[in-house]
């Protein structure tokens, strides 16, 4: 299993410019989300999924857009970049269910946008 | 949503145990209590997680008070490799799933 797997691990953008990070997870894991954490700080939820074709929001959504279409996947788009959202962006999943339903978390993307 | 208050951080000496608080009054009934850590540049990474009875695993333990308000993460003996930021989460029982991280307790680790 290769776990929670987010690409790319590092992106520059200039404002105003588009880009999708993407995550995928061969856990059969139906819970998804994005995570994002600027220098010093925690990490703040920005939108998740508990299965394909659902979706809602998080803490800080504005300026992002999630889509499920998979099990296996939930890429996270920017549309219009602003430096605002240079941060560290983590994607994690989790089974949905009676139980614990720990996080498995992938390595994270590091987005400068300047 | 479920809210945890935690120290900004903590100091240790290694190879002493070390006892990481967390303070989660509004806990529902059913909620768990997660624990996890970010290592220095790394994504988080589970550690220990428990509902109403204290739990052990090869990492650490957890102790949860009687009245679930609140609970402690043990690291037995504290190395070097701990230092790290320590998040304490409720995982949200209500339906909701959303997994709510504050800003953890920054663990170092002294020589």
């Known amino acids: 299993n290769a776990g929670v797997t987010q690409t790319p691990k590092f992106q520059v953008l200039k404002t105003g410019q588009s880009m999708t990070l993407q995550c995928a997870q061969d856990?059969?894991?139906?819970?998804m989300s994005w995570y994002r954490q600027d220098p010093g700080m925690g990490l703040r939820l920005i939108h998740y999924?508990?299965?394909?074709?659902?979706?809602d929001q998080g803490e800080v959504p504005n300026g992002y857009n999630v889509s499920r279409s998979t099990t296996e996947d939930f890429p996270l788009r920017l549309l219009s970049a602003a430096p605002s959202q240079t941060s560290v962006y983590f994607c994690?999943?989790?089974?949905?269910?009676?139980?614990?339903?720990?996080?498995?978390f992938g390595a994270g993307s590091r987005l400068t946008v300047l | 949503d479920a809210k945890t208050t935690q120290p900004n951080s903590m100091e240790s000496n290694e190879e002493e145990p070390v006892h990481l608080p967390c303070n989660h009054s509004?806990?529902?009934?059913?909620?768990?209590i997660h624990w996890y850590r970010q290592l220095p540049s790394q994504g988080p990474e589970y550690v220990i997680h428990?509902?109403?009875s204290n739990v052990n695993n090869r990492m650490a333990s957890l102790a949860i008070a009687e009245d679930r308000k609140s609970s402690t993460l043990i690291l037995h003996r504290a190395t070097l490799r701990d230092a790290a930021v320590y998040y304490c989460?409720?995982?949200?029982?209500?339906?909701?799933?959303?997994?709510?991280f504050g800003t953890g307790t920054r663990l170092k680790v002294l020589a």
């Open positions: 994690a999943s989790t089974p949905v269910g009676h139980g614990a339903n720990v996080l498995t």
């Open positions: 856990m059969n894991h139906e819970y």
């Open positions: 999924s508990v299965g394909a074709g659902i979706t």
């Open positions: 509004t806990i529902s009934g059913t909620d768990y």
């Open positions: 428990g509902l109403t």
């Open positions: 989460i409720l995982r949200d029982s209500s339906g909701t799933y959303k997994y709510i």
